[in-house]
């Protein structure tokens, strides 16, 4: 569409100029974070397309805007989708903390490799901070958007040189909590289901090795089944697991969804639970007390984790420094684990 039916827009300018909309934001606001002459090419190409900047946008950038973004990052290896039970539950208690407090709610769904774009949410004043759910092994990317002076909290763990406010569970606990459970049972051949390569994950790990450690065991990595939340993958990868006729008597999931599609795959395969194979889940989603039998799981404190993250959100708005926030697990004990 030519340039005079329609207003100018600022992704116009970003995508002539070659930049990311959040640059060509800055430097049209003489931002000292772009370079001069950066600076001066995009404002150059602004004036020559007439643009003038949104100062209505640009006022509810500077305080006035009610309008909170919660994100929750695309990673195309987890399969975990937006309808999945934890973000139904996580975006509850976000939006009931967020009306307590007489705010807005934005949902966006972002690329996890272009971590990039969340900044554009508040430098075009769509959002005056943002709620991230999820790290999704994206550490570094977070913390240049730190760098940036972007406020926002990411739900997560918590990391070594880390320059956000992260909101999360005591995932190595949780993790020692649920194996220590398993051990007490007596099961000595403990499976861990899970994609490690996402911190939460990896903590829940190491905390599931920790336990072992401490009763003078060594965990078995052949038990260590590297799997996304994907129905078919999980079964594809347990079935893995059987075919090698490795010992088998508990199993410890990095989160409930991946817990319950490994119990009912272990009772079509003629392992029933929890005589013959102990579960345990992570997170404590509502279907955890509903299935069959009913889910011993880790819980996290969801209903906690909105009021704390918009809390440090807000903090964050003011130009304070915020702590990373670990929040304490507790284990549910149902009828998926039982003594020999």
């Not at 920790?210 to 003078?216: D, P, S, T």
């Not at 079935?239 to 795959?265: C, E, Q, V, W, Y």
């Not at 009913?294 to 819980?299: A, E, F, I, M, S």
């Not at 440090?312 to 549910?332: D, H, K």
Request: charged content about 20%.
């Amino acid at each position: 569409m030519d340039t005079d039916k329609r207003r100018v827009q600022m992704t116009d300018i970003a995508r002539l100029a070659g930049v990311s909309t959040s640059t060509v934001s800055r430097a049209l606001n003489d931002s000292e974070l772009i370079n001069p002459e950066t600076r001066q090419r995009i404002q150059e190409l602004a004036r020559s397309l007439n643009y003038t900047i949104n100062l209505s946008a640009k006022n509810l950038r500077l305080g006035d805007n009610r309008t909170i973004g919660v994100v929750i990052p695309y990673v195309k290896g987890s399969r975990q989708h937006v309808s999945d039970p934890f973000f139904l539950g996580m975006l509850g208690t976000l939006a009931d903390a967020l009306t307590d407090r007489g705010l807005d709610m934005l949902l966006s769904r972002v690329d996890s490799e272009h971590l990039n774009d969340l900044a554009e949410l508040y430098d075009t004043g769509r959002a005056s901070g943002i709620v991230v759910i999820g790290q999704w092994g994206h550490h570094d990317q977070l913390n240049e958007l730190a760098m940036r002076k972007v406020p926002f909290v990411v739900w997560g763990a918590q990391l070594p040189r880390q320059l956000y406010c992260s909101v999360g569970s005591d995932n190595f606990s949780g993790g020692r909590l649920a194996t220590e459970h398993l051990l007490d049972l007596g099961r000595r051949h403990i499976a861990f289901l899970g994609d490690i390569a996402f911190p939460e994950t990896e903590q829940r790990y190491q905390g599931y090795l920790a336990a072992h450690q401490a009763r003078g065991l060594k965990a078995n990595p052949q038990l260590l089944v590297r799997t996304s939340f994907e129905t078919e993958e999980v079964q594809t990868e347990l079935g893995r697991l059987l075919k090698t006729k490795h010992p088998l008597d508990g199993l410890f999931a990095a989160s409930d969804l991946i817990a319950m599609n490994a119990m009912g795959f272990l009772s079509s395969n003629g392992l029933e639970v929890p005589k013959q194979v102990s579960v345990v889940g992570y997170d404590d989603i509502e279907a955890a007390s509903h299935c069959h039998p009913p889910l011993t799981t880790v819980r996290q404190s969801i209903e906690l984790a909105g009021p704390e993250m918009i809390d440090c959100l807000l903090q964050i708005r003011q130009g304070q420094t915020v702590e990373p926030r670990v929040l304490a697990t507790t284990l549910q004990l149902r009828k998926s684990t039982c003594p020999l």
